[in-house]
């Protein structure tokens, strides 16, 4: 495996796992769903309807963990768009064999 093969699926991965950790479900350590990173839904789990909206408190610590997730997630698309991009953009560099002919 070259070092663009390498290359590139360490940036597959990273773009992978970016993209799946904005989409899993947040919640916060007491366990209350908070969304996902792509969008906030801010509701009482014990409420039937979803009409009752956090507390405060409870909206803050979702927010928090929200933009934690985000935080990373879109940290990691950006490096591995960024990894990907370099890898398919950058020219080879000539083998040694077509350098020593000429």
Not at 15 to 40: M, Q
Not at 59 to 75: N, P
Not at 84 to 89: I, K, S, Y
């Amino acid at each position: 495996m070259t070092i663009r093969q390498f290359s590139g699926v360490v940036a597959g991965l990273l773009l992978f796992i970016g993209l799946a950790g904005l989409t899993v479900p947040v919640s916060t350590a007491s366990g209350t769903p908070c969304g996902s990173g792509w969008s906030a839904t801010y509701t009482d789990p014990t409420s039937f309807t979803g009409s009752f909206t956090l507390s405060d408190e409870g909206a803050e610590r979702c927010e928090s963990a929200i933009s934690t997730r985000r935080l990373w997630s879109w940290s990691l698309v950006g490096i591995g768009l960024v990894a990907l991009a370099g890898t398919v953009l950058v020219q080879r560099s000539p083998s040694t064999r077509e350098t020593s002919a000429g």
